[in-house]
């Protein structure tokens, strides 16, 4: 889609819908969350959980953010593209300087996508400690799946110590690596997760489930046992409906479910929602975690006891599903492969990185950088050694192969886009000698699309999208530990297209100046590939994986 195509079409999306104003003041509370006492984490107007926000397609969001935090913070909306509107996207040091601390902003755009998405923190890993709510966007007139009512389920993982403490312990020579797990704790909807409230169900309705998992690092496994499940939505892509009994939502990702409820109340029925992750030890009771919801037909009628999970249990697979809108698979312009890996560094700290590079910010955000520096913008080096910048051609067909040589998995979350999922495989070079080599699955005629995707370990995927949305985009593991780690690298897509048709708000440049951030030359701020000012690249002393 053309830049002048999507400008009219944000226009024409403006005046069809309304301005939708929310007022954060982003502080600190105390709260117990898990019932193993307070602690300090980061709420909202006093308020933690976060109330949900909903919208409709074409209306304007505006999202004023107040920071009375001792740190900067910034808020991403996980899923939306921002075409046109790159500087939105929330990612702290690369498309904007943090909000410093006893200043606002207000992010605003007009929504462009319908589906199930999520506002959380882009600066520090605040989201880990509380910095997240779910964003629902209505599609606006009938959606092309028919449903009766709308059920919002969203999960998480909490933990008894802060975000920055257990990344203190993970990257401090001095401790052992890797640090003592934790096994953490469930909420469903910011609550206990034993403490669930019912969901109500009437005869012969049918409920559209939407669930996120807005998680660190745990997956949820969810099922309805005794009712049929049918996928229609996942990471805010509509797909053709496929019957399963049960998804499993890595962090980041997100699913819409139709269940249509039995003609009957004769009876009560229960949920499932496990929390889990295949790298913790099972501790029985802790790892995983159990937390079953009740489905009320009837007050007092008798519950039905579900069965155990057996071989014919169906599980929502990528590969399975089919994109509503058809797109067939996109032929391939250029193929970029990542071989994701974790080595011991010069400064004595275990890092992840992406083909030997691991991630660090830049000081001038790179979307900065890009608008600032002409011609120089097209050279990779400009964004600093450790962004990892990769510069796309407008409107290419880039396919991802990325590689898994690490013995955890992780959930790679790509800003700005949603890509096809083409194909899914053995990384046989990174086989412990005694495993079995996935087998080699393919959907190259319609895949499904989305902006989270799983790679295990010792796996290859294929993922493929057009860079038709010119902008600074992150692509990074949304295991906040991993992308802390360093997991992550940026996309500089079609920047002499960017220098034509955005300008950064002054207010947003104002943020920088607060902070005697530049907001012109190169990651260091400097002219050239002068990079005095960023800290010193570390080497890999010790290749683990």
Not at 262 to 290: D, Q
Not at 302 to 325: C, E, M, N, T
Request: hydrophobic share 40%; proline share 8%; charged share 15%.
């Amino acid at each position: 889609m053309s830049v002048p195509v999507i400008l009219t079409l944000l226009q024409a999306l403006s005046v069809l819908g309304k301005r939708v104003v929310v007022n954060w003041d982003v502080g600190y509370v105390d709260i117990d969350r898990d019932g193993y006492g307070s602690r300090r984490a980061i709420g909202v107007n006093g308020v933690l959980p976060i109330p949900p926000v909903r919208v409709t397609v074409g209306d304007t969001l505006a999202l004023t953010v107040h920071n009375s935090l001792n740190l900067t913070t910034s808020i991403h909306a996980h899923g939306l593209f921002q075409k046109g509107t790159n500087y939105m996207d929330g990612a702290a040091s690369i498309t904007q300087c943090g909000i410093p601390p006893g200043s606002q902003f207000t992010y605003e755009y007009v929504v462009q996508q319908a589906g199930t998405f999520w506002l959380h923190a882009h600066d520090h890993h605040q989201n880990v400690d509380g910095l997240r709510t779910p964003l629902v966007v209505y599609d606006r007139g009938p959606p092309p799946v028919k449903y009766d009512e709308d059920i919002l389920l969203s999960f998480e993982d909490w933990y008894t110590e802060t975000f920055t403490e257990r990344l203190r312990i993970t990257l401090d020579p001095s401790l052992p690596f890797p640090p003592p797990h934790r096994t953490g704790f469930g909420l469903i909807n910011g609550i206990n997760g034993n403490l669930t409230k019912p969901i109500h169900f009437q005869p012969g309705r049918t409920y559209r489930l939407r669930l996120i998992n807005m998680s660190s690092t745990r997956w949820f496994q969810f099922s309805l046992p005794g009712h049929a499940m049918r996928v229609v939505e996942i990471d805010g892509m509509y797909t053709e409906p496929l019957d399963v009994d049960g998804v499993d939502i890595a962090p980041a990702q997100r699913y819409s479910v139709l269940v249509t409820a039995h003609s009957t109340n004769s009876f009560n029925y229960h949920f499932n929602a496990t929390m889990y992750a295949t790298f913790i030890p099972v501790e029985p009771g802790l790892s995983p975690r159990i937390f079953i919801g009740d489905i009320i037909y009837q007050q007092g009628a008798p519950f039905v006891q579900a069965g155990s999970y057996d071989d014919s249990f169906r599980w929502a697979k990528d590969i399975d599903l089919h994109a509503l809108d058809q797109e067939p698979a996109l032929p391939v312009d250029r193929s970029l492969e990542l071989v994701i890996g974790r080595s011991l560094y010069s400064t004595g700290q275990n890092l992840d990185h992406f083909n030997n590079i691991t991630y660090a910010p830049p000081i001038t955000p790179a979307l900065y950088t890009t608008l600032g520096m002409g011609n120089m913008a097209m050279d990779e080096r400009v964004y600093g050694p450790q962004a990892h910048a990769i510069v796309l051609k407008h409107n290419e067909v880039i396919e991802l192969v990325i590689h898994n040589s690490e013995d955890v998995p992780h959930p790679l979350h790509l800003h700005g886009h949603a890509f096809q999922i083409t194909e899914y495989g053995p990384t046989k070079q990174f086989l412990p000698s005694n495993a079995t080599a996935f087998p080699v699955v393919k959907n190259t005629g319609v895949p499904a699309k989305r902006d989270t995707v799983l790679i295990v370990p010792a796996q290859y995927v294929k993922l493929r999208f057009r860079a038709d949305n010119p902008g600074v985009w992150m692509f990074h593991c949304h295991m906040d530990i991993h992308f802390a780690m360093g997991l992550a690298l940026t996309f500089i897509e079609a920047p002499e297209v960017l220098q034509k048709t955005q300008k950064v708000p002054p207010d947003m440049l104002e943020l920088c100046a607060k902070q005697g951030i530049k907001t012109t030359g190169n990651a260091a701020g400097n002219q050239g590939l002068d990079f005095t000012g960023l800290p010193p690249v570390p080497t890999i002393v010790l290749r683990e994986a």
